[in-house]
């Protein structure tokens, strides 16, 4: 498959790019390159081969998610600058 210049600007309008007449020669050069390389993937035998989702077989080991309580409120805001007996206390940022 070819990209031909109206292919090209089809591509550009739907990736909301804006293409300039000087850029599409090379434009072109450049996908129709990308599409002969594919094209030779496609010749690739990879009977056997099991398709991947991932390049890495690892899994990440996370630990359960657990709901508990950690700090009390009041551990929460001993160290807090400003706070009443509930809430931090910030500056105010608008207005």
Do not use: C, Y
Request: aromatic share 4%; no cysteine.
């Amino acid at each position: 498959m070819k990209v031909d210049q109206e292919t090209l600007h089809k591509i550009a309008h739907l990736a909301r790019l804006d293409v300039k007449p000087e850029e599409e020669t090379d434009l072109l050069n450049s996908l129709n390159g990308v599409l002969t390389w594919m094209e030779q993937l496609n010749e690739v035998d990879t009977t056997g081969v099991e398709p991947l989702t991932h390049i890495s077989a690892e899994n990440n080991v996370l630990r359960d998610d657990v709901v508990s309580n950690h700090l009390t409120r009041a551990q929460a805001l001993v160290n807090a600058p400003q706070h009443d007996e509930q809430f931090f206390e910030v500056p105010k940022v608008l207005e």
